[in-house]
């Protein structure tokens, strides 16, 4: 049996132009949207999701960190993170949530699934220091250095250890994604190539009678086609 469990690490806020951009904006038009729109959605929680398969625990994505609250954690020069509000006690970071679901982040989690290395999929990094990480080879190179800084990441906040095993989306097509990766030897949790523009990669399960899909962004199931009766789901 696999059992999925959302875990909440915290709240977004965002502009209502992030959450839908503009129909035939580009890139820059829909971020010169996003500093013009004086429009905030309602908190939104940020999600982490744990998988509980035969071949061990999976955690998908960190969430983020209560230091995001420090002043100079975040970037100044980047106004960016001034579009976005995150609220995270330190209670509400994923060590914190699954110790509370009696397991111990440091050894009961074999591996961590970073669908991109966006901040807030890799604030709780900290809290799995002997668990594989594994993560979108393409991605990554984009995520490193100053380049990375500037569009939502913080590789200088990263652990001193952290040594992503990389991946490639080298395997068949699932459904409408035209590659993908297998992250168990089942195949049942395949990594799906996302052709967004941070290019990162969308992460799913496989049920018997259909497949349940996490996106890149990491809050929200992204389709439940079905799920049958072996698998179960749900929200901590």
């Not at 393409?138 to 990263?158: D, E, F, H, K, V």
Request: proline share 8%.
């Amino acid at each position: 049996m696999i059992k999925v469990t959302a875990i909440e690490t915290g709240k977004a806020r965002m502009k209502t132009a992030q959450r839908t951009g503009r129909e035939g904006r580009g890139g820059i038009g829909r971020k010169i949207d996003i500093f013009r729109d004086p429009n905030w959605v309602e908190p939104l929680p940020i999600l982490c999701f744990l998988i509980e398969h035969p071949e061990g625990r999976f955690l998908v994505d960190t969430g983020d960190t209560w230091r995001n609250s420090v002043p100079g954690y975040l970037p100044g020069w980047n106004p960016f993170y001034k579009q976005v509000q995150i609220r995270v006690a330190p209670h509400e970071e994923v060590g914190g949530r699954l110790l509370a679901m009696g397991l111990d982040p440091a050894e009961d989690i074999d591996t961590v699934i970073l669908t991109h290395f966006h901040h807030d999929h890799t604030g709780g990094l900290d809290h799995f220091p002997r668990s594989r990480i594994v993560g979108p080879r393409a991605n990554y190179a984009i995520s490193t250095g100053l380049r990375g800084m500037m569009t939502g990441c913080l590789p200088q906040r990263w652990p001193v250890w952290l040594r992503p095993e990389l991946v490639e989306m080298d395997g068949p097509p699932v459904g409408p994604f035209a590659a993908s990766h297998a992250i168990t030897r089942d195949r049942r949790i395949p990594a799906r190539a996302d052709a967004g523009s941070c290019r990162r990669s969308c992460l799913g399960y496989r049920s018997r009678r259909g497949h349940d899909l996490f996106p890149g962004r990491g809050r929200h199931l992204f389709a439940s086609q079905s799920a049958g009766g072996e698998d179960r789901r749900r929200h901590q």
